[in-house]
C-alpha cells in the first residue's frame, strides 16, 4: 500500500471518528432538549388543568365516561388541540376523555389515582408514539396527558439523515485532502526514489535532486546528493587506483618478460645468467610487495580490527627492535620528558598502527645514506621519525601521502608509492594527523600525532 493511500484512509479514519463523535454528541444533545421540551409543555399543561378540575368546577357536569371532541369545558379548554387527556377515579375508571384516542389505565395509574408521586413515561397510542404524564388530583383520582412525539421523531430523523450526509461529505473530503497532501509531500520523495533507480539501472552517478520544498525533505535531499557525491568520489578513487596499481605492477611485469626472454639466448655467459637471474628475483620481490600493500590498502581495517588500549612507548619500542634486526641498520629510540606517564596510552588499532609506524621507519631507512643514524622519538601521544637523508622538496610534502607518488629523485630507488599511502589509511581511520617537515641540517621529520 502506498504511503499516499496510507495517508488518505488515516486522515479518513481520523476525521470518521471526529465527525461520528460530535455527531453522536450533537444528535443526544437535540433529542434530550426536545424531550425536555415536551416534558416541560405536559408539566405545564397539566398544572394548568389540574387546578381548574380541583376547583369550583365539578367533574358531576361533566357525563362519567364521555368522550367530548369539540369541548366547552373551561377545564379542559387549553388541552382539545394538542393532547390526549383523560381523567380517571381512584378505581381507575375513566370520568372523561378528550381526544381521538384512548390512554390506557395501568396499575401505575391507579395508584398515582390514590395519591403516588406522578410519572411521566412514553406510550403507544393507534400504533403512535406519545409522552404521558399522569398526576393526582386533590381529593383522589388523576389526570392523564398524552402528546404526540411523531413530529420530535421526525426532527431528530432529519437530524440524524442531515449528520450522517454531512459526515459522509467530510470523510470523503479528508481522504482526497489526505490524497493530495501526500502527493504533495511525497514528490521529492518519488523523484528520489526515480533517481535512486536510475542509479540502480543504469550505474550512471552524475545525477543529483533538487533540493527544494520542506526543510526535512531538503535535508533529506541534500544527504542523498552529499552520498552520490561520496560514491562518485569513492569509484573515481578506486578507478584511479586500479589504474595506478595497473601501471606500477607493469613495470616488473615487462622487465620480467625482458629477462625471461633473455634467458632463452644461448650465448650467455654464466655471469650474465646469474644478474638475470638476481634481477628476476628483485623483480618477483618487488611484486609481492606491491600485492601485499595493495592487500592492506584494500582492507577495511575500521570494520577488520578492534581497537585496544596501548601504551605509545612501549608499542613503539617494540616496532623499532623489529625494524633494527631487519633492516641492520642504526636506529636510535627516545623518550621526551612528556612521554613518560601513564596517561600515554592511545586506543588504536594494532596491527593497523605497527603497519604504519614501521612504514615511515622503512620509508626514512630507504632515503638515508647507510651509515646515518634513524631517530624515533615518542611524546605525550606523537611518534617522530627522523632521517638524515635527502630530504623532500617542499612541493612534494603534500603528495607523498599519495598513492603511487614518487618524487622525480626517487624513481630510481626500489619502492611501490604506497607505503605513505598505507600511514595516510591509518591517519584517516584514527582521526590522527601527520606532518612532515624539514630535519635541521638536512633530512625530513615525519611527525605523527594520535
Known sequence: ???RTRLSLVLGGLVLVLVATTSLVIYQTVRVNLDRQIDRFLIDRVSTVAQRLSGPLALRSFGRGERFRVPLGEALLDARFDVESQVIDRSGAILLAIGESSIPVTSTDIAIANGAPAELRSVTLDQTEFRLYVVPLRGGGAI?????????????HRIRNGLLLLSGALVILAAFAGWWIAKIVTRPLRLLSVTANDVAATGSLDVS???????????LAASFNAMLAKIRGSVSRERQFVQDASHEIRTPLTSLRANSELLERAELTSDERSAILRDIRAEVDALTTISSELSTLATDQLHVETPIDI????????IVERMRRRSKRQIHFRNRPDA???SNIVRVRHTQFERAVSNVIDNA??????DSVVEVEVGHHSVSVIDHGVGIKEEDKARVFTRFFRADSTRALPGSGLGLAIVQQFVTDHGAQIEVT???????????RL
Open 311 to 318: 601504551n605509545l612507548s612501549d608499542a613503539t619500542d617494540v
Open 144 to 156: 392523564q396527558i398524552a402528546r404526540n412525539i411523531e413530529e420530535t421523531s421526525v426532527v431528530l
Open 365 to 370: 631507512l630507504k632515503f638515508s645514506p647507510d
Open 209 to 219: 535532486v533538487p533540493e527544494h520544498g520542506a526543510s526535512e525533505l531538503r535535508s
Open 340 to 342: 613518560i606517564h601513564a
Open 1 to 3: 500500500m502506498s504511503f
Open 438 to 448: 624539514d630535519t635541521p641540517g638536512g633530512g625530513s621529520t615525519f611527525h605523527l
